[in-house]
Antibody, heavy 119, light 108 residues
Framework: QMQLVQSGPEVKKPGTSVKVSCKAS????????VQWVRQARGQRLEWIGW????????NYAQKFQERITITRDVSTSTVYMELSSLRSEDTAFYYC????????????WGQGTLVTVSS | EIVLTQSPGTLSLSPGERATLSCRAS???????LAWYQQKPGQAPRLLIY???SRATGIPDRFSGSGSGTDFTLTISRLEPEDFAVYYC?????????FGPGTKVDIK
């Protein structure tokens, strides 16, 4: 079945970087698009960016432009989200979601990865 | 960037009642790229509606979406106990996708 499996929880110090992975299975990875979304505890969903897997084109939310990099590895069907210059406000659950190639909606979501930024 | 506003912030209703949730955009959104999600505590969001009015796979027909341009609506015709949750709209047509702040539907 179609699924996304994300890497495990991370604890990072302020000023460092984190790289979260999202491994896809059950669909044609190279036909898909993947978005990244985060949610601090008790807060709203916040869009981070997305990648078109076929050509690697990305688009990022203005808020994260200077600190975010989304990449993909087609050999392992994995998308990565790297956030640098971490601060305490970046503590949140990070989710990936894919359209699985439909081009219509992001209907398959990863389980979420908790990133904690603390000194 | 398109800003989405959702109203009301909280909707207190009883099971069996009808819920009407609003999502308003700061500029016109392509209907093809307006989605609604349901989120329960401790869970990832679940896609309900895409393309403003198409139900996602497995979504009961008590959920319906409508609207165009800058005004969109999610309607739950008769609330079931499992429908009490937070609902978000998202536009993914313009270059910077955005979410609304959410509407919490809680039990009256």
């Amino acid at each position: 079945q179609m699924q996304l499996v994300q890497s495990g929880p991370e604890v990072k110090k302020p000023g460092t970087s984190v790289k979260v992975s999202c491994k896809a299975s059950g669909f044609t990875f190279t036909s898909s698009a993947v978005q990244w979304v985060r949610q601090a505890r008790g807060q709203r969903l916040e869009w981070i960016g997305w990648i078109v897997v076929r050509n690697g084109n990305t688009n990022y939310a203005q808020k994260f432009q200077e600190r975010i990099t989304i990449t993909r590895d087609v050999s392992t069907s994995t998308v990565y989200m790297e956030l640098s210059s971490l601060r305490s406000e970046d503590t949140a659950f990070y989710y990936c979601a894919t359209d699985a190639g439909s081009g219509t909606a992001f209907d398959y979501w990863g389980q979420g990865t908790l990133v904690t930024v603390s000194s | 960037e398109i800003v989405l506003t959702q109203s009301p912030g909280t909707l207190s209703l009883s099971p069996g009642e009808r819920a009407t949730l609003s999502c308003r955009a700061s500029q016109s959104v392509s209907s093809s790229y307006l989605a609604w999600y349901q989120q329960k505590p401790g869970q990832a969001p679940r896609l309900l509606i895409y393309g403003a009015s198409s139900r996602a796979t497995g979504i009961p027909d008590r959920f319906s979406g409508s609207g165009s341009g800058t005004d969109f609506t999610l309607t739950i015709s008769r609330l079931e106990p499992e429908d009490f949750a937070v609902y978000y709209c998202q536009q993914y047509g313009s270059s910077g996708f955005t979410f609304g702040p959410g509407t919490k539907v809680d039990i009256k």
